[in-house]
């Protein structure tokens, strides 16, 4: 018991993370020190006492390698809002929409998980110093589990297991695609100074774990949900019950909107995917043995297409969320003409209620439209690829 303990201290240790980022080139140095670079090796940084240790405004940093930040950086960005914005998109135009609708099942369901272990468990991020924090966005969060080192390997891992079972391709070449994704974003969360060592290998383990039921009850999920006429219902209902009854901390943490922009992206999603099977746009007449759907490198016209595909989807999606905005900006004054305050003073935001309200509704259409309207535009086009039409299942 008491080498666990110390095992659990040994990773929870900031210096370990302040160690990572200075062999990757990430220097503290004291303004005073007239821009030399002093790598933080004193005992001052280590000590937990809240007098000994210096306060981040005392100090600044250099990063003496950009290749890494850039590297690192554009890890961490797959797997936040940035990277679901294009790898589910992508993958429903021009790879496999069923893929995407299954994947999107298991996202939801891991970083639902995850965010309400956050908010339960609620452990700070590393102390800084003796960490850099070079990233801020998710700075207010609690930090264990590390939601990016879950979706790191949950993403990735559930898009080559359907896919097996849907085509013939080299599953190698895939375990070696998910272990280098799972390993850029894990690292990158020690890079930008946002988790623990312990934060991500309990990230790590824990999608490790949730996968092994997640992952084929999904499918038959999936399965289900395309040709049952209540869908629709079961997801808002379902998606909107487990918003309500999501744990809240006593200090307010943007978790929970996150949590309702997942879920509402997941209703989207699943729910378009049962209108256009509804409507016959979609049917299962592919053949499901995977020897019989070989995959091959997209020709010169295929690039060409996807291309196409590609830039008229991100660009509804982008005209998509200003049109919504500016429908909620409408709605805002509305409210405030009926007398009704919708922003939270000490949080500077809409109140709660109304941000999660404003998310879920702006994820929800959106998503919904991605797997509906904007292959239906495409199709108009001509450039809609022709196997979308038999990817029911």
């Known amino acids: 018991m008491d080498t666990f303990k110390d095992c659990v201290h040994y990773f929870k240790d900031p210096e370990l993370v302040a160690r990572f980022q200075r062999y990757f080139g990430v220097m503290r140095y004291d303004s005073s020190d007239n821009g030399v670079t002093v790598p933080s090796l004193d005992n001052e940084s280590k000590t937990r006492n809240g007098n000994a240790v210096r306060k981040l405004n005392d100090v600044d940093h250099a990063i003496t390698n950009k290749f890494w930040y850039y590297l690192f950086l554009f890890g961490t960005y797959l797997g936040d809002e940035i990277g679901y914005a294009v790898i589910i998109p992508f993958l429903i135009w021009n790879i496999d929409s069923a893929v995407a609708r299954k994947m999107v099942l298991v996202w939801a369901a891991v970083m639902y998980i995850g965010q309400s272990i956050k908010d339960i468990v609620q452990w700070p991020r590393p102390e800084c110093p003796p960490v850099i924090r070079l990233q801020t966005k998710w700075s207010i969060e609690y930090g264990m589990p590390s939601t990016h080192a879950m979706i790191s390997i949950a993403l990735p891992f559930s898009v080559l297991y359907y896919i097996s079972n849907r085509y013939q391709i080299d599953f190698s070449i895939g375990i070696v695609v998910v272990f280098l994704w799972c390993m850029l974003i894990s690292l990158s969360r020690l890079y930008l100074g946002m988790h623990t060592v312990l934060d991500v290998i309990a990230g790590l383990l824990l999608a490790t774990i949730l996968l092994i039921p997640f992952v084929p009850l999904a499918d038959v999920v999936d399965r289900y949900l395309m040709y049952n006429e209540w869908t629709p219902l079961i997801f808002i209902v379902v998606t909107v019950s487990l918003i309500f009854i999501y744990p809240t901390s006593d200090q307010w943490t943007p978790t929970k909107g996150d949590t309702t922009l997942i879920l509402g992206t997941c209703a989207g999603i699943l729910t378009g995917g049962w209108l256009i099977v509804t409507l016959d746009i979609q049917d299962d007449y592919r053949v499901m043995n995977p020897m ?68 879920y509704l702006t994820f929800y259409l959106v998503s919904f439209n991605i797997i509906v309207l904007i292959p239906i535009l495409q199709n108009l086009l001509s450039i809609r690829r022709q196997s979308f039409c038999h990817e029911a299942k």
Request: net charge positive.
């Open 292 to 359: 019989n759907n070989p995959i091959s490198w997209p020709s010169i016209n295929d690039l060409g297409l996807i291309v196409m595909r590609s830039g008229l989807g991100y660009c509804c999606i982008v005209l998509l969320f200003l049109i919504i905005k500016y429908i909620l900006c409408v709605v805002d004054k509305i409210l405030i003409k009926c007398g009704m305050k919708i922003i939270d003073d000490e949080l500077n935001r809409h109140i709660p209620l109304l941000d999660i309200t404003y998310k």
